[in-house]
């Protein structure tokens, strides 16, 4: 039986480094509970993928996290491998691939309106395309989806403007590749985001405001 496989790429919660651009309007701990209430969504939703046939993954962006709201029996574990994000993401679909996985598929955790259904179709399109895109409305997208090792994707590449998913669909019309896309979903980013997500936002004290450092979505 083929096997397809799921990865979460997430960042562990530490104040400071998720969530940077909010945490600049309303700091570092209201940040991190924002990223923890995201993180419970994009559980929740990947749990309800109940297929058989899909494996999942949980990629950290700094150390393997054994108690979460990710069970150890039912996700593998890793460590996100590379110095940018290109490099983590090329590096976890080559490893996917390479174990045998057919389809693979990856996610972020940074939008509250990705649903299992977004999941489901997109392995359903790549039994006819190379690649599926689950667009963002910021430019960049929420979903990726492969069945082969595409380098070009990401070698070189950078993340968090406006034109990285023109810059990917560059690339695979260069390649001339076949893709899909799914429905265009708005990622949670900044305070405008929170807002439009309906998230209620309590402020701390101006000390601790603007004080968190630089931060490389997915995507």
Do not use: C
């Not at 990223?35 to 309800?48: C, F, G, P, R, W």
């Not at 080559?94 to 309106?113: C, F, H, N, Q």
């Not at 489901?120 to 689950?134: I, N, P, R, T």
């Not at 936002?201 to 004080?211: K, S, T, W």
């Amino acid at each position: 039986m083929q096997k397809n496989y799921l990865m979460v790429f997430v960042k562990n919660l530490l104040p400071g480094t998720v969530k940077t651009r909010i945490a600049k309007d309303i700091g570092m701990d209201a940040a991190l509970e924002v990223y923890k209430e995201l993180l419970n969504y994009t559980a929740e939703v990947v749990d309800k993928i109940e297929d058989e046939k899909i494996d999942k993954g949980i990629y950290y962006n700094q150390y393997v996290e054994l108690y979460d709201d990710w069970d150890s029996e039912k996700y593998q574990k890793h460590v996100q491998e590379g110095n940018t994000l290109g490099e983590k993401m090329l590096n976890a679909f080559t490893g996917a691939i390479e174990r045998g996985y057919s389809k693979v598929v990856i996610i972020g955790s940074d939008t509250l309106e990705i649903e299992p259904e977004h999941i489901k179709q997109a392995y359903e399109a790549l039994d006819k395309h190379d690649v599926v895109f689950g667009p963002a409305e910021d430019g960049g997208y929420y979903l990726l989806g492969l069945n082969n090792i595409f380098p070009a994707l990401f070698e070189d590449k950078e993340y968090s403007h406006e034109h990285v998913l023109n810059e990917a669909l560059d690339e695979v019309e260069k390649w001339g590749m076949s893709f899909h896309m799914l429905d265009k979903l708005h990622d949670v980013d900044t305070m405008e985001d929170l807002k439009r997500a309906g998230y209620e936002v309590i402020y701390e004290e101006d000390d601790d405001l603007g004080e968190a450092g630089g931060e490389e979505d997915f995507v």
